[in-house]
């Protein structure tokens, strides 16, 4: 059964020191060999607090071997209640230099919160001295974090590392999540619209619209997610960058889809017309704010293909 940290004797709060202070020190070697490639500098400041852990379980060792002897209990944290927990952060398929530096502040607090609720457990001075010395390091630690930010900044790694994060953000993320909105939002249209104008009947488009957008969408999220392994072009895992893909494909579809579901086929078309306005409009946003591509030949470009699929649409819907 776990116990609370007040009843721990002052053996057994080394002892979940130590355990501690291994685990962290592993977690900070974990984050730099993931990042060593990307963010190369971050790496260096991460394996400088891995030294800086491992400098404090050696110290810890010998403060314990000295008052306990060799042998030292296998204690962790889930064996204590209300101890700290560390979020599996270096597992994580997408991980920016921000999430690293906010679990960093996260872990060093919790972690000075540790030793001076635990300097509270003994009377033994070389104890609380240690455990004293330990908090004030922790603490010391964010400042340490933060230095090594400013010193990145000041040399222009820090501006290389973000122009690799949005470079890795664009290739996972935003370009299978922009070829599936682009496709589900201006592929559908002819199919929704023909149904509509063919029959004037809004339930008749909405299953339409709801067969296309969701075919659409398991359609490209099979194609994005074979398209590569991402080892070599770096665009990350098949299975998320299908699944970002399809979701976005079948998103862009339904959109314009929704509105059908008003049985007043005259209201329901006019607005989904205006939705797909806006489709249009975020895509060519998108477009411009991650594709650097001109604002107004990325609204023209839309548009044009949006509008000449809508017109295939009428056309046939009124054949």
């Not at 329901?268 to 249009?280: D, F, G, K, N, W």
Request: glycine share 8%; aromatic share 8%; charged share 25%.
């Amino acid at each position: 059964m776990a116990k609370t940290l007040k009843e721990l004797t002052a053996q057994e709060v080394l002892a979940l020191a130590i355990q501690a202070e291994e685990e962290d020190g592993r977690i900070y070697a974990d984050l730099a060999e993931r990042v060593r490639h990307d963010y190369p500098e971050t790496a260096k400041s991460l394996k400088a607090m891995h030294d800086e852990e491992d400098g404090h379980r050696h110290r810890l060792i010998e403060l314990y071997r000295q008052k306990f002897g060799e042998h030292i209990p296998l204690i962790r944290r889930q064996d204590v209640k209300g101890f700290i927990t560390r979020r599996p952060l270096w597992v994580n398929h997408i991980l920016t230099v921000p999430m690293i530096r906010n679990e960093i502040e996260t872990m060093e607090e919790q972690a000075r919160n540790f030793y001076q609720a635990a300097i509270a457990q003994t009377n033994d001075a070389a104890v609380r001295q240690l455990l004293g010395d330990l908090a004030a390091e922790e603490g010391k630690h964010y400042d340490m974090a933060e230095e090594m930010d400013e010193q990145q900044r000041a040399s222009g790694a820090r501006e290389e590392e973000d122009k690799s994060e949005r470079r890795k953000f664009v290739l996972q993320i935003v370009q299978p999540g922009l070829a599936g909105l682009m496709d589900g939002s201006v592929s559908t249209l002819a199919p929704v619209f023909a149904a509509a104008f063919a029959t004037h009947q809004s339930r008749d488009a909405f299953l339409v619209g709801m067969a296309a957008s969701i075919g659409a969408g398991i359609s490209m999220g099979f194609a994005e997610a074979m398209s590569d392994d991402g080892v070599l072009s770096g665009r990350g895992r098949p299975l998320a960058r299908g699944t970002v893909c399809g979701l976005m494909t079948t998103a862009g579809g339904i959109g314009h889809t929704l509105p059908f579901l008003i049985s007043n086929f005259y209201y329901a078309m006019y607005i989904a017309v205006a939705i797909v306005a806006v489709e249009l409009g975020v895509i060519a946003w998108i477009r411009h704010r991650y594709m650097d591509t001109p604002l107004l030949a990325a609204t023209f470009q839309v548009v044009v293909g949006g509008t000449l699929v809508f017109i295939v649409g009428i056309l046939i819907g009124s054949a």
